[in-house]
Each structure stands twice: as structure tokens, then as C-alpha cells.
């Protein structure tokens, strides 16, 4: 496994990591979840991803259970929480339920804490910006969340590049702990955030990434280039939203064309596209997400197949892809 800082941070986050969205309390029995977990943390992996919004507080609470059951050293694995959605979605969720104001936020830390069974998160996100909180009563929130060490570094998820630096200000400002990390999509189809809209606050700011959806959730793998396979995630009952945003015609046209590229290669749909994400060194970690542990068992070769792809290649993939972010000219 390769470590790599969290942003200018000095946590160390293994630059593969595992995530429990649809899976951990949905999709997946506890126990494939804890054979998923125990050989993520047998390969190296540090970094267990979670939130309070998934399978409602029932993902922390597996999680909670497994790391329990292991008895893994604390200081071993880094773990996650997220807050913003409530625990029953924005739609069912009262107004103090959700959110980012201080109420929300804190009560959502200790909801995590009482559900994974944990002392204190070592980071702990804003699942996504609120306009109807002002960004000071975030940042002194998460700020107070560290000072009294229920977190040890706090980050956003699918916040703009604007959104970010008004929170670095608000930090500086009053000499508190600002962010250190954002969770953005980012795969071979969701380029613009990671490549154009952060590339200035990498070095500003000092900002890590722990990238979600990787393989666009599994239309990157190849399994929908000829039809619609059975017992998938995008044929999940109420999850058809997200089966017509992966499955355009135009993306399946280039997965195929990336499938021949890395059957040439000598690899394989998911191990490329995960390697591709691993490639960008402003990712500091990529965070796979998995229903069997035959797909993480593959999925973890991705380092050595980053190993293998040239300049020559990367600019194959770029012309299949054909979707490059263009920086604006000042
Ligand atoms: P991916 O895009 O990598 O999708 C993972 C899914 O793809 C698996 O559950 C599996 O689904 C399929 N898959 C994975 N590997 C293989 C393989 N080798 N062969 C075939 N199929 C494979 O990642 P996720 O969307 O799961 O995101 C990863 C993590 O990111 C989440 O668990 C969560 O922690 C985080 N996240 C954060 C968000 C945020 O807003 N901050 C939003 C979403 C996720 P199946 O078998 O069902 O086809």
C-alpha cells in the first residue's frame, strides 16, 4: 500500500481506502461488509469512509460493530463520518435534524460516536454546503468539535472552490482550525472540480482529496457495455436516478472503446479507471466502493497498474475520453 499526506495535513491516508455508500446496511450482508473491511485493513488500507445518511445511521453503526469485533488498534485505521443530509434524508428530516447549523452539527457528531462506538472521529465532514447557515457558525462549530477532541480534522464534500476559501478565511480570521480536506467526485467522467476548479488551492490552501465514485458506480467497470446484468447496483429499486445519469449512450460508447484499450493492455475496465484516478497526485486517496470481495481483491491491483500507465497511454485514454477540462486563460 502507498500512504500519502492528507493535504498539507500529517495524517497519512492509504491511497486506496473503502467506503460504505448503498452497501454497508443496503445492498450487502454484515458479513460480506466485515470480509470487505478485514482485507482492505489486511492490504493496507487506513481509511474506513461513512456517513450519518447511509442506510440512516445503520452503515456507522455495522462499521461501529466490525472495528469493535476486530479489536484493531485505534491508532491504526482513520475513520469518517458526514453530516449535512439527517439521518432520514432532507426530505423526512425536521429543521434541527439536518443541516449545517451548530445544532445540527454537533448532535450529528455525537450520533456518529454513539453509533460507531468511537471516542472521537478522526475526520468529520460537511456533506454538502448550506446556504441558510453562515459560514462562521460552521467553522467555529468544527472548530469547537476539535478543541474538544470528538474530531481530529474536519473537511467539506462537493463544496465549491469559493465555498472552501470562505471557510480558510473565516479560519484565519478568527485563529481557528479551518478545513483540510474535500470529498469531490471524481472519475474518468466527473473531471472538472479536481482538475480546473481546485488546481489553485492544492497550493493555497494545502487541500486533500478523498474522491468518491471512482468507477461512476460501475458503469468504469464495463459490466453495462452490453445489456443490463442482474443484482447491480444502478438496478437497485429508487436508485433509478442514478442509473439514467450513468448510463448514457455517449459513455457506454467510450467504456467500450477503454474496455479494447485495457484488454490490450493487459488489464482489465476497473483496474484502469481506478489507476487513472490514482494517477492524479492531487488525489490523496481514491475511495473504492465494493458489494463482493472478489471486486476489492481486483480493485486493489489498481496500484500496480498505475505503475504501467505511460505518458503514450494516459493520452490514449485522453483521446478516447475526450472530455478534458479546459482551465479558463487567466
Ligand atoms: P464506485 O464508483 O467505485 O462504485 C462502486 C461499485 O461498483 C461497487 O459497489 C460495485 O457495485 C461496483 N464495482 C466495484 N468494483 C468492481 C469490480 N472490480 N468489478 C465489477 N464491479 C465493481 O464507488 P462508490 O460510488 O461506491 O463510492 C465509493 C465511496 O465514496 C462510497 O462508499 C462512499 O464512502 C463515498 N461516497 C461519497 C459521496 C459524497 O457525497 N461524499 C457520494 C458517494 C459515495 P455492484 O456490484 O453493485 O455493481
Redesign the pocket.
Known amino acids: 500500500m502507498e500512504y500519502k499526506r492528507l493535504g498539507k495535513s500529517g495524517l497519512q491516508v492509504s491511497r486506496l481506502s473503502l467506503?460504505?455508500?448503498?452497501?454497508f446496511g443496503k445492498?450487502i450482508k454484515n458479513n460480506i461488509a466485515e470480509d470487505l473491511m478485514t482485507l482492505a485493513y489486511e492490504k493496507g488500507v487506513n481509511f474506513f469512509?461513512?456517513a450519518e445518511a447511509y442506510a440512516g445511521g445503520g452503515s456507522e453503526e455495522i462499521m461501529g460493530d466490525i472495528l469493535k469485533k476486530k479489536g484493531w488498534s485505534r491508532d491504526s485505521y482513520i475513520v469518517s463520518s458526514?453530516t449535512f443530509w439527517g439521518l432520514k434524508g432532507l426530505q423526512d428530516s425536521l429543521p434541527t435534524q439536518k443541516g449545517l447549523h451548530r445544532k445540527h452539527l454537533v448532535e450529528a457528531c455525537h450520533g456518529a460516536l454513539k453509533r460507531f462506538k468511537l471516542d472521537y472521529l478522526d475526520l468529520f465532514y460537511c456533506?454538502r454546503a448550506d446556504k441558510n447557515v453562515p459560514i462562521e457558525e460552521v467553522v467555529w462549530t468544527m472548530h469547537n468539535l476539535v478543541q474538544q477532541g470528538k474530531v481530529l480534522y474536519w473537511g467539506t464534500?462537493?463544496w465549491s472552490a469559493q465555498e472552501i476559501m470562505e471557510a480558510h478565511m473565516v479560519a484565519k480570521q478568527y485563529n481557528l482550525i479551518g478545513p483540510i480536506v474535500e470529498?469531490p467526485?471524481y472519475?474518468m467522467f466527473h473531471r472538472d472540480k479536481v482538475e480546473v476548479e481546485f488546481a489553485q488551492i492544492y497550493k493555497t490552501v494545502g487541500l486533500g482529496t478523498t474522491i468518491?465514485?471512482?468507477?461512476?458506480?460501475?458503469l468504469l467497470?464495463g459490466?453495462y457495455n452490453d445489456g443490463f446484468p442482474e443484482g447491480?447496483?444502478l438496478g437497485i429499486n429508487g436508485l433509478e436516478w442514478l442509473k439514467d445519469q450513468a448510463l448514457a449512450e455517449e459513455k457506454i460508447n467510450k467504456v467500450k472503446q477503454l474496455t479494447k484499450l485495457a484488454s490490450e493492455l493487459g488489464t482489465s475496465m476497473?483496474l484502469l479507471a481506478l489507476a487513472w484516478c490514482l494517477k492524479n497526485e492531487n488525489v490523496s486517496t481514491v475511495?473504492?466502493?465494493?458489494?463482493?470481495l472478489n471486486?476489492l481483491e481486483?480493485?486493489f491491483k489498481s496500484l500496480e497498474v498505475k505503475e504501467s500507465l505511460t505518458k503514450e497511454i494516459m493520452e490514449q485514454i485522453e483521446s478516447i475520453l475526450d472530455n478534458k477540462p479546459i482551465a479558463p486563460p487567466f
Open positions: 467506503g460504505s455508500w448503498l452497501t445492498q469512509d461513512n458526514k456533506h464534500s462537493e470529498q467526485q472519475n468518491w465514485s471512482p468507477l461512476a458506480s460501475g467497470t459490466k447491480t447496483r476497473p475511495i473504492l466502493g465494493a458489494s463482493k471486486q481486483e480493485n
